[in-house]
């Protein structure tokens, strides 16, 4: 059976499993943790097609959903080297997920843990749908659990909070649907490669105009969902409010949904429209990276610390794929893993904070590296990976997001590395009130990390270590497969560029090419 296919439904197997088990009973936490573990496993299965195929999608599905002429949606899966790091990403952090959550959740257990694998189930459905309706499917698969467990689960104003987060995330993605109708409308088809196939043939064409309002549509929907400023608005709020699972999950994974959405889609299917807006999504890219920074640094919450640096690293994923550079798009895909894996790890550890102090208030702390100089090394550690210290995992796609950044218009990449200066600062400082200095009445018997508290903790750090030290473990499929994006996008837009013209015998001529 098809390695790809078991690892998507499997959750779903699990999710109803879960529906049909005892509410009183102590197995949701075991069948979710099995689950996803297996999930994981599976996961696995399906890098070395990927590395062997590169840009091909690999592993791929495809049986037709639903047959009423004209409509014809396809039931289309596939892995490449991007999209491929990303579900291992998913598969990886749902167990631990599961893991943190039996420790922090004691009410409504089994609805928890259902929508915690109802959630890896779109998710992975997302990275790897190559039909946009499906893709649109999955994508509104993922909002609900999360919603759910945002406002079931969260604090005081996690109901306020859950509706922001759904009004924003809903009301993106209804543009990005409209434009997916009227993409089918011009090409005939839902199917990713099909359309990319009749697009590359002249089979049909989009004018500069329609490609700039079908980007606008795919824009709105990943913009929220990455955040970019000023699109971050609910992120903060969120972030905090909401369970250390739910954010553990929103901020390693979620975000990812799109960034991928706009290397994937809206550069290769709107290549005219990404070129034309280029120039501002940049400007807000660092904007937001800057922002995100200087807003960090006066945050005296250790969770809205931690938010705000997201929606600065978040901005370099972004600057990298709009800076339509093969180092660019390199490290955007790579900065998207790298993230993920150490964001995450510190949403973890602050979790294990706020669950021994009870806050999560810079001021309560202190000096709390004497009582546990456990959870300080894993604190320093992830700490130092966030902020891109070399040999750990962000400095590579950040080196290489820069990297193309400077090549494409280098003021770009001076504003941008104010970011990473900022970044050491705010994290430092946080680190320097919380662990270093003289304890007090509240922190001098601070509990340290357990064997329980660790297991998450240490494939995370091996990660880190490993993104940043041996590259070539992930780099060549990555760079493959964003290579055959970039070409596309050119390719595409040089074309309607030409189509644009007068003399259409140079379109002509561009459409024979190709």
């Excluded at 843990?113 to 190559?130: C, D, K, R, Y």
């Excluded at 794929?321 to 602050?350: E, P, R």
């Excluded at 494409?408 to 104010?418: E, K, L």
């Amino acid at each position: 059976m098809n390695t790809l296919l078991i690892t998507l439904f499997l959750p779903l197997i699990g999710f109803f499993f879960l529906l049909f088990t005892p509410r009183d009973s102590k197995a949701p936490f075991g069948v979710a943790l099995l689950t996803t573990l297996v999930t994981f496993l599976f996961s696995l299965g399906l890098i070395g097609p990927a590395i062997t195929n590169g840009a091909v999608f690999s592993s791929a599905y495809d049986a037709l959903w639903v047959d009423s002429a004209p409509l014809q949606i396809h039931f289309h899966l596939g892995v490449d080297g991007i999209n491929v790091w990303l579900v291992l990403l998913t598969a990886l952090l749902l167990p631990i997920a599961v893991w943190i959550s039996d420790g922090l959740v004691s009410e409504r257990r089994k609805s928890f843990f259902a929508l915690l694998l109802l959630f890896e189930f779109g998710l992975i459905g997302v990275f790897t749908s190559l039909d946009l309706f499906v893709f649109y499917v999955f994508w509104e698969v993922a909002l609900v659990p999360m919603y759910l467990l945002v406002g079931g689960w969260g604090a005081r104003q996690s109901g306020r909070v859950a509706v922001k987060f759904f009004v924003y995330t809903f009301l993106g993605s209804a543009f990005m649907l409209v434009s997916i109708l009227y993409l089918h409308t011009q090409a005939g088809s839902f199917d990713y490669i099909e359309i990319m196939n009749r697009l590359n043939a002249g089979q049909f064409t989009l004018s500069p105009i329609q490609q700039l309002f079908l980007f606008l549509g795919f824009f709105a929907a990943f913009a929220v969902k990455v955040p970019i400023f000023p699109f971050h608005t609910w992120l903060p709020d969120t972030y905090t409010e909401a369970p250390a699972p739910a954010t553990f999950l929103l901020a390693a994974i979620m975000s990812k949904m799109g960034a991928y959405g706009l290397l994937r889609y809206s550069l290769t299917l709107t290549s005219a429209g990404a070129h034309r807006c280029a120039g501002w999504i940049v400007v807000l890219a660092i904007i937001g990276i800057i922002y995100g920074a200087l807003i960090a640094l006066i945050q005296p919450n250790i969770k809205r610390l931690i938010a705000y640096s997201s929606v600065s690293h978040l901005g370099f994923i972004v600057l990298g794929i709009f800076s339509f550079t093969h180092q660019g798009a390199d490290g955007a895909v790579y900065q998207m893993i790298a993230h993920g894996i150490s964001t995450g790890a510190l949403f973890v550890l602050a979790g294990y904070l706020e669950q021994r102090r009870g806050s999560l208030e810079i001021a309560d702390f202190g000096g709390i590296s004497t009582p546990a100089p456990g959870l300080a090394t894993a604190f320093m550690i992830t700490l130092l990976a966030s902020i891109g210290l070399p040999v750990l995992c962000n400095f590579i796609g950040e080196f290489l997001v820069l990297q193309g950044a400077a090549l494409a218009h280098f003021p770009w990449a001076v504003w941008a590395a104010i970011g990473v200066i900022l970044s050491a600062a705010y994290m430092l400082w946080m680190y320097q009130r919380t662990f270093l200095g003289k304890t007090n009445d509240r922190t001098v018997s601070f509990p340290d990390l357990t064997t329980r508290d660790w297991a998450p903790l240490v494939p995370l750090i091996l990660l880190m270590v490993w993104l940043g030290s041996y590259t070539e473990s992930f780099m060549p499929p990555i760079t493959s497969a964003t290579s055959r994006v970039l070409d596309q996008t050119n390719m595409n837009n040089q074309y309607r560029v030409e189509l644009a013209r007068p003399e259409t015998g140079q379109a002509a001529e561009l459409v024979h090419a190709h």
